[in-house]
């Protein structure tokens, strides 16, 4: 994801429950763990002092085990949950100072959620669910249930506007969720395990829809989750949190090939690699062969030293491969290497997943890796493929 602009950030957060949050607090700056904490005061540590940044349009995921933390904090970005010391900067206001009627304003303007149970009402119609909002605002009638059918119809709802929740399944009742969320334009839109009461095929569906939705609309999303499998599929950033700490952030690639510990490396050992790690991240630079500047003695320097040699235009973009043998055996005939090199040869971009290629390998020939542009980045063979979707440590 390309760098952007800060949209939420969080500095030295900390949340306890308990009748004495102070004298935990002070416990806790004195390096007392939540175990210690708990039972010199009774009060547990839910957050404990968090710092960092999301920014705007990122899908970021916040995820861990339950009691580690991650619903407490995010319901702390809206304060419905009350920081005990810390502050939340939205758009550089710090949302952990403000009162609760400028808080409301907020969540009303700037901050969205949607919920694990839908929190559907179940006596109006799903457009007027969709409004409610909206009417809490003060926004007219008609202009209201517009708003409310295009959302609708965002999600793939819109026949559906006049019929009561009871009506739907699980899954399209989430739908309505996310709609009544978008539908306010908030800039922030925060879930909370939203997905998680859904079937695991329906669960799958919302997964790609919401993906779908951040194209078009690139809200910033806080996504919590307990499902690594989730938070690899749709973050940009992951944020893994245990006893109410966070233990590593990075992007699904990150925390796959780089875990900072033991405990981020037991959550990943199951996950398909090949479904995460990028091609980029694995292509081998070779020095390719340039028509119209490079002579035939420089294509055998540069093949002595690779299996495979790729062709490229002036512009840097491939346009044939060719292996030793054959190169070799065509300048002993002096043909030229555009009459011998192979145009039908696979390419792939970059930041294509690894899991894609694999039917690319049909051919027998390595994978010609390209930028967005098109341009050559290097190549990739079935081997290099192997080597890294493996569990083991490098």
Known sequence: MKKSEPKIVIENLVKIYGSKPQKALQLFKSGGTRD??????????????????????????????????????????????????????????????????????????????????????????????VEYGLKVKGVNQIERRQKALENLES??????????????????QQRVGLARALATDADILLMDEAFSALDPLIRREMQDELLRLQKELHKTIVFISHDIQEALKIGDRIAVMKDGAIVQIGTPEELITQPADDYIRSFTEDVNRAQVITVGSITREIQPF?????????????????????????????????????????????????????????????????????????????????DKKGKFQGIVTMADVLENISNSEN
């Open 36 to 129: 210690s904490i708990l039972k010199a005061t009774g009060n547990v540590l839910g957050i404990a002092d968090v710092s960092f940044t999301i920014n705007q349009g990122e899908l970021f995921v916040i995820m861990g085990l339950s009691g580690s933390g991650k619903s407490t904090l995010v319901r702390c970005i809206n304060r419905l949950i009350n920081p005990t010391t810390g502050s939340i900067y939205i758009d550089d206001e710090d949302i952990a100072k403000v009162d609760e009627n400028r808080m409301r304003e907020i969540r009303l303007s700037k901050v969205s959620m949607v919920f694990q149970k839908f929190g559907l009402f179940p006596h109006r119609t799903v457009a007027e669910n």
């Open 290 to 370: 340039i028509l119209g500047e490079d002579s035939p003695s420089v294509a055998l320097e540069k093949i002595s030293k690779e299996e495979y040699l790729c062709v490229v235009n002036s512009s840097h973009q491939p346009v044939g491969i060719l292996d030793q043998k054959t190169l070799t055996s065509a300048l002993a005939e002096t043909s030229e290497i555009t009459t011998v090199m192979k145009t039908d040869f696979p390419q792939v971009s970059a930041d294509s997943i690894i899991e894609n290629t694999f039917p690319l390998y049909q051919q027998g020939l390595p994978i010609a890796v390209i």
């Open 155 to 172: 999600v793939g709802l819109g026949e559906w506007a006049n019929y009561l929740p009871s009506s739907l399944s699980g899954g399209m």
